[in-house]
C-alpha cells in the first residue's frame, strides 16, 4: 500500500524537516515553508517507510543494482538498495563533472533504479542517468522522496520503467520585493541560523 500524502507530511512535521513561517531560501527567495529531507531521513523507522514506498514499486528481480547521486541521494539509495537486496552504490561531483568512482563498476545491460532525496529541477539524476546509459546499462526507474518540482521534471527511462516520487511538493516563493509575508510583517529566518540547514 501507497503512503498517503497525509501520513507523508505527519512524518516531516514531526522530524522537523519541514517548518513553517517565513524563510529565505538558498536562492535568495522568500517562502513560507521550508524543508530539509536530511532530518526526516534521520529516522530509522521514518527511512524505513518513506524508501519502502519506492521500493514496493519495483520487483527485486527487476531491478539489478541502485545508483544515487551523492549527497543528497545517498541515504534513500542505501535504505531502497537493501530492501531490495540488491547493491548500491553512489555518484559524487569531482571538479564539477558527476563520476562514478571508488572501484564501482555497472555492466551493460545491467537494470538501473536511481534514487534521490529531492528533486527541484532534476540536474543530479539526469547527470546519473547519463552515466548508466554512457556504460550501456538501462534505467529501469527513479525513484525519490520529494518531488518539487510540482510534477513537470520527466525522466528519461527505459522501456517498462517507472519515474515515482513519494510525494509532490510544489514550492511557493517569492522575490522579496513582492513576498506577501514580508508585507505581513513576518519576521525572515534563514534557515541553518536556528541549526535547520
Ligand atoms: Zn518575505
Same mark, same amino acid.
Given at each position: 500500500?501507497? =503512503?498517503? &500524502?497525509? &501520513?507523508?507530511?505527519? +512524518? ?16 535568495? =527567495? ?9 532530518? #526526516?531521513?534521520?529516522?530509522? *523507522? ?35 538498495? &537493501?530492501?531490495? @537486496?540488491?547493491?548500491?552504490?553512489? /555518484?559524487?561531483?569531482?571538479?564539477? /563533472? +558527476?563520476? =562514478? ?19 527541484? /529541477? ?10 548508466? @546509459? ?24 527505459? *522501456? ?6 513519494? +510525494? /509532490?511538493?510544489? #514550492? ?26
Amino acid at each position: 500500500m501507497s =503512503l498517503s &500524502r497525509d &501520513r507523508v507530511l505527519a +512524518m516531516f512535521r514531526e522530524s522537523g524537516a519541514l517548518l513553517e513561517g517565513h524563510f529565505r531560501l538558498t536562492s535568495g =527567495l522568500h517562502s513560507g515553508q521550508y524543508f530539509q529531507c536530511a532530518k #526526516v531521513l534521520q529516522y530509522p *523507522e521514518f527511512c524505513e517507510a518513506l524508501c519502502g514506498d519506492i521500493s514496493r514499486i519495483f520487483e527485486p528481480e527487476a531491478v539489478d543494482l541502485v545508483v544515487a547521486p551523492a549527497l543528497g541521494g545517498i541515504v534513500v539509495g542505501q535504505e531502497v538498495g &537493501r530492501q531490495l @537486496r540488491v547493491r548500491t552504490m553512489f /555518484t559524487e561531483r569531482s571538479e564539477g /563533472t +558527476m563520476q =562514478l568512482r571508488r572501484g564501482f563498476s555497472i555492466k551493460p545491460g545491467e537494470r538501473v533504479l536511481v534514487c534521490e532525496d529531492v528533486v527541484t /529541477t532534476g540536474g543530479s539524476v539526469n547527470e546519473v542517468i547519463e552515466i548508466v @546509459r554512457g556504460m550501456g546499462a538501462l534505467v529501469a526507474g527513479v525513484g525519490y522522496i520529494v518531488d518539487r518540482s510540482g510534477g513537470k521534471v520527466r525522466f528519461a527511462i527505459d *522501456e517498462g520503467g517507472v519515474q515515482h516520487p513519494v +510525494m /509532490t511538493m510544489s #514550492v511557493e516563493a517569492f522575490q522579496p520585493e513582492q513576498c506577501p509575508l514580508c508585507k505581513d510583517g513576518l519576521a525572515l529566518v534563514k534557515p541553518g541560523s536556528r541549526g535547520n540547514s
